[in-house]
């Protein structure tokens, strides 16, 4: 059977709306009619999953014509790279501070998105320095912000 | 408000608050201009900026920014045919044509003066309301700020595109985010999972960034960016309108612009209903409407008046509620927060000042748009040819940093590679973003009157009890079904012919 994506949507939805109800009924707060209390908006926001969740599941169902694919596998792999690098980017900033760390993640991202169009390596390199640079004194120099400095240092 | 002018004027002339403005006001017209890319996204990411700045400086950066953004949308319509955001569709379907015809220099000119005219009159309309709305608001209680949160949220899912139930999810999304923390009132943890980084909430710039900015720029890249768009270069020249030109649109200017001011009053209406609504008014008053689509000036004053003059009009209920009028004054609301500044009725007298500067800001702005438009003309088709591999990486990097800024943890820029990967699932659904900005913001609000108000009076009657609140729960109410009443409606209409 071909699952489509408002039926998988809706799906999870339900399930997260469960888990909602579930911990916030866990929570040792009375609650009534005459003064919900703080169990109130996650409440309201766990039956909004619950109902629209079933709903849009529903919808799902009813579609008759083809769904165009979100994205092509190769997609989700280029997609799932790019988040890989950000998640290293900003462990590798814990240890070694946004200024050594950002040149080469600059770097590493200009040349995943430049596949296919025309840059050439000394282009990327200057590129990813010079961002990095200008981002450093804009921040820590003109307006007194703090960047990540790193644990190693 | 005129006993305020001394500190407007010492606070726009300062030399580093000029350059903010010239600077914020550049980057919020490359921002509008690019598709993908708005105005309300530059406020998102530069805000954190704003945290080393005196609320009057903020002021002016962040509104910089948002008009910037807001005036730069129809170049993208104009050279491309791909509007820069929501803000600027009609503006494609009259500008793109004229383009086409080798006039862009005539539709550009055409956006700039709209822009400059629904902002800068918008701005002063918003100057001189606001106040007595404020004292009006004086008379509201918990149970009408209610009813006005409600019905800011579930007016975006009257228009949401796509099905009513992935609308109503979204503004759940935000209102789960908005719960995370201590409660209001009874400050009980929730979702805090004894986790010292959830205890103050979610943080805004984390959530929004993530949820908007890099899930979108990761999602563009999955789907490949294509090929870099064609621009024609030559006919960007002159500004070719006249103001003969001007006089004969006067009627669709004005009433585009009474059209804007009042949808961007609504509570959490805006710029993206307001240019629709004045284009097909401008199309239906016309003498010759078969020439709309076809590249009539008039299709692009009208969107263009209507989008700007939702800024003044969204601004009234932003300064005299606390209400915001679209997703960017909902961010505005966050962002003032920060510097101290509670936006509603009280803001008139505790910081009158920051609220006047606000609006002198937005007049100046517009003027400083049009100028810096009508002498940067000729830039306008390189800012839609930067290459997307060296404008995303620098936009990622900026969104990590404002993250970090904004909490001055990288904790939260791991949170927002959450928040990332939340957005890549509602794209992947179909779930529309603009409800959950207004959910999220406005939740502990719309929380803590709820509460209040079950306090005073122990039930839920009486937010049907008093007049105002009713016709805003009923308002509120009749836009979540909104679009079940249309199909009945339609099908009521279709049975009769």
């Known amino acids: ?153 | 408000m005129i006993e305020n002018l001394p500190y407007i004027v010492s606070q726009l002339v300062q030399p580093f608050n000029l350059i903010l403005m010239i600077v914020g006001t550049a980057i919020g017209i490359i921002f509008g201009a690019i598709p993908g890319l708005s105005g309300t996204l530059a406020v998102m990411l530069f805000m954190p900026l704003t945290y080393s700045m005196n609320a009057g400086t903020a002021v002016i950066f962040l509104i910089a920014l948002w008009i910037g953004g807001c005036s730069g949308a129809f170049i993208g319509s104009v050279l491309l045919g791909i509007p820069g955001s929501a803000s600027a569709v009609s503006t494609c379907w009259d500008g793109y044509p004229m383009s086409k015809q080798g006039k862009s220099g005539k539709a550009l000119a055409i956006g700039m003066v709209a822009s400059f005219t629904g902002t800068f009159f918008s701005a002063i309309i918003a100057a001189l309301l606001s106040e007595t709305i404020a004292d009006i608001a004086f008379l509201m209680g918990p149970w009408e700020y209610f009813a006005l949160c409600f019905v800011a949220i579930t007016m975006v899912l009257a228009i949401s595109k796509g099905n009513m139930f992935k609308g109503l999810v979204s503004a759940c999304i935000g209102l789960l985010f908005a719960s995370v923390g201590f409660s209001p009132i009874d400050a009980e943890p929730r979702f805090v999972f004894d986790n010292m980084y959830l205890m103050s909430g979610l943080g805004m710039t984390v959530v929004l960034i993530g949820v908007f900015s890099v899930s979108s720029i990761v999602a563009s890249y999955g789907k490949g960016f294509g090929a870099l768009p064609v621009v024609d270069n030559k006919s960007v020249r002159g500004l070719g309108i006249t103001f003969g030109e001007i006089k004969e649109q006067l009627v669709n200017i004005i009433r585009s612009f009474l059209i804007g001011l009042g949808i961007g009053f609504l509570p959490g209406m805006g710029s993206g209903l307001s240019n629709l609504v004045a284009y097909s008014s401008a199309k239906n008053a016309s003498k010759d409407p078969d020439s709309f689509g076809k590249g009539n000036p008039g299709g692009i004053w009208a969107p263009e008046v209507a989008n700007n003059a939702s800024i003044g009009g969204a601004m009234i209920p932003m300064a005299a509620l606390g209400i915001p009028g679209d997703s960017t004054t909902a961010l505005l609301i966050g962002a003032l927060t920060i510097h101290g500044l509670e936006m509603g009725p009280m803001v008139f007298k505790n910081s009158g000042h920051i609220v006047y500067l606000m609006f002198g800001t937005v007049a100046v702005v517009a003027c400083v748009v049009l100028v810096m438009q009508v002498l940067g003309m000729r830039l306008f088709p390189q800012i839609l040819k930067v290459p997307y591999h060296y404008m995303y990486p620098a936009l990622l990097i900026i969104s990590m940093v404002s993250a970090y800024v904004d909490a001055g943890s990288l904790y939260k820029c791991g949170m927002m590679l959450v928040f990332a990967v939340v957005g890549i699932f509602m794209a992947y659904g179909g779930i529309p973003t603009a409800p959950l900005i207004l959910a999220f913001i406005l939740g502990p609000t719309l929380e803590s009157n709820m509460l209040k108000a079950f306090q005073y009076t122990g039930t839920a009657a009486t937010f049907f009890t008093r007049p105002i609140s009713c016709v805003m729960m009923v308002i509120g109410i009749g836009c979540v079904f909104s679009p079940i009443i249309r199909t009945v409606l339609g099908k009521m209409k279709a049975g009769k012919q």
């Open chain 1, 1 to 153: 059977m071909n699952i489509k994506r408002d039926q998988l949507t809706g799906a999870l939805l339900v399930v997260i709306g469960i888990v909602v109800f579930v911990m916030t009924s866990q929570m040792n707060v009375p609650f009534s009619m005459a003064y919900p209390g703080p169990k109130a908006l996650p409440m309201i926001a766990a039956f909004g999953f619950v109902v629209c969740g079933a709903g849009i599941f529903v919808e799902g169902m009813k579609k008759q014509e083809a769904e165009k694919p979100f994205m092509t596998k190769e997609g989700w792999i280029r997609m799932a790279l790019a988040m890989a690098v950000l998640a290293v980017y900003v462990f590798v900033s814990s240890l070694i501070g946004y200024l050594i760390t950002t040149p080469f993640a600059a770097y590493a991202l200009t040349t995943m998105f430049a596949k296919g169009s025309k840059s050439t390596l000394k282009g990327r390199i200057i590129y990813s320095v010079l961002l990095s640079v200008i981002i450093y004194v804009i921040y820590i120099y003109v307006f007194g912000l703090s960047l990540p400095s790193g644990s190693l240092f």
